[in-house]
C-alpha cells in the first residue's frame, strides 16, 4: 500500500482554497445584484427542506432557489410551482454543493428579479459544511424525528450556522423527542445559535421565521 | 485557479482502490474467524440505526457492534448496555467509515466470540456507499418521516443494499407519507431490494428482521 496522506492532504488543502476564493467572488456577485439576503440550507436527507421552501418562499417578495440535487430534479419540479425562479444544479453523485457548481449556473440565474436567495443544498448533515457557497448564513434544518442528540453528533454545521429550523414540531407527541433537551443539546454545541421551531405541516412557527430571515438580510 | 481535476481523479481512484484491497483483507478475516454474517448498516443521521441494534442485538446468538461516530461515543455508550462486544470508531469530523478504519481496530475486536457482527456507519446517506469494509451485506436504514421520495434522490445506496430496513412505522398515521408508494419508489430504483416494515417503538415487524438476518447469514 502506498501511503498518499500528505498528497491527498495537500489536493484538499487546494481544492478547500479554491473553494474559498469562488465563493468570495459568488459573494461579490450576490452584493452587486443587492441581494438582500443569501440562505444556504442543509440538513439530513428528509429533514424538510423543500417543504420549508414551500411554506416560507409565497411570504418573501422577491424570492429565488437553487436547488442542489444528486440524481433527480424532484425537488426543482415541487419549487416550480411556487413561481420564482428556480434553478437545478444535480451534483452526479456528489455529496454537496460547491462554490465552483455556483459559480458555474450564475450567470444564468436571474439575479436582479430577487431580493432572497434560498440555496438548498444535497441532504447531508456532514459534508455540505466545509463548502462555503459565498452565502451570508448556513441555516442548518432538524426535523424533530431525527432525534435529541444531533447537534452532539454532527456538530460542525451547528456552529457554523446562524440559524436552526427544528422542523415537524407537528410530530412531537408521536416520536418521543423532548424538545426541551434537544435545544439544551444545541445549546451545549453553540449557544449562538438561534433556533426556530416550526410545522410546514400546521403552518406553527412559520410567520416567526419569516420574520428572523427578514432581520438575518440586509435592509 | 489551478485544475488539479486529473489529480484529484488519479488520487480518488488510487484511495478506492486501496479502499478494496483492505476491506478484501478485512473479509478474510471475518470469513477467518467463522463470522455468519457482518452487516454494514447506513442511512441518514436520525434514521433509527442505533435503535434498531438494540431492538435486535437481543434476539441474536452472539452478536457484536461497531460503532462509527463522528464526534461522541454516545451511541457506543447506549449499545454497550446490551452485554455484547461493541467497539467504537470515532471518524474526527470524517463522513463515512473506511476499509482502514476497520483494519487498525479490528485486532482489538474479540471476534473469535461474535457470530454476527453489525458496523453502524456514520448518520449519512451519501459518501458510506462508496467504502466497501469487507461486510456481506450493506443493509439501507431509511425511516418513514425521511418522506416518499429517498430512493430516487439517493440511488446508489439502494442500489449498492441488500436489505432495506423501513423503520418508524409507528409514525405512519402521523407523518402524511404512504409506505405503498416509499416501496414503489424503491422498487423503481432496485426490484430485488428485500424491504422490512419495522417499529423499534412498537417492535412491530422485529421479528421478521432477525429472522432475515438469519437468512442472509452463512450457516
Redesign the interface.
Known sequence: ??D?AP??IE?QD??LK?NE??AEENKNLYRGHDIKGVFNLIG???AGKTSLLESIIPRLEKAGIIEG????A??AERVHALSVPVLQINTM?A?HLDANMLAQVLPDFPLPEVNYLFIEN??????PTGYDLGEDHKVVVL?L???E??A?????IFRASTLCVLN?L??EP???VDVELLEEDIRDVNPDLDICRVSC?SGQGIDELVEKLKQLSRR
Open positions: 500500500m502506498v498518499d498528497k491527498r489536493i487546494r481544492i479554491e476564493e469562488l439530513s436527507p428528509g440535487d444528486i440524481a433527480t424532484r425537488d453523485g455529496c444535497v441532504g447531508n448533515l456532514v459534508c426535523s424525528p431525527e432525534g442528540d444531533k452532539a453528533k454532527y456538530p460542525a415537524k407537528d410530530l408521536h416520536c418521543g405541516e
